[in-house]
């Protein structure tokens, strides 16, 4: 009997964390990150900032906060888009020791496989380097039509 009752507790837990981690994912509203970012390893906490790239686009808009440490920085982004007008928002991050440089990879969402082109403000996650001398961003429009087309707009240094 206390085998059953055992076997019942772990069958009701194990369904019960399946229907939560099914919910968390039907509440990413179809959302696909365009790449990997890594992981937030071995930077210190410190003081956030606030930043947005907004430079020429109307209805493209990045923004977040950025801490920085002796170790690196870290950087946790969004990316919004507030009309339909054939471009996703993107983002690109540029990092520096004072003598080399690291350009990250262009972040977008995509939605339903091709890069989101709707009105949404979403976060996208966070991006970290071990460069933490100088931090650059520049907003970015990815064509829906063809997400090979990239428009960037000019390097923001963030410090």
């Known amino acids: 009997m206390r085998r059953i009752a055992t076997v019942a507790v772990t069958s009701g837990a194990l369904a019960a964390g399946l229907l939560v981690s099914a919910g968390a994912a039907s509440a990413d509203q179809g959302f696909t990150q365009s790449s990997k970012l890594p992981a937030a390893s071995g930077v210190q906490a410190a003081a956030a900032h606030s930043w947005v790239s907004k430079d020429g686009w109307k209805s493209i808009k990045a923004y977040g906060k950025y801490s920085r ?12 888009d507030t009309s339909r007008n054939g471009w996703s928002p993107a983002v690109q991050f540029r990092t520096s020791n ?9 972040y977008f969402l995509r939605y339903n496989g091709v890069p989101a082109d709707f009105k949404f403000s979403h976060y996208y996650g966070v ?3 071990r460069y933490s001398a100088h931090l650059y961003v520049r907003e970015a429009g990815i064509a ?7 428009v960037y ?3 923001k ?3």
């Not at 004072?98 to 262009?106: A, I, M, Q, R």
């Open 127 to 129: 991006f970290s380097s």
């Open 153 to 155: 707009g000019p390097w």
């Open 157 to 159: 240094k963030l410090y």
């Open 144 to 150: 829906r039509t063809n997400p090979k087309k990239v």
């Open 98 to 106: 004072g003598k080399y440089y690291y350009t990250s990879g262009v």
């Open 69 to 80: 440490s002796r170790s690196g920085v870290k950087v946790s982004f969004s990316l919004a």
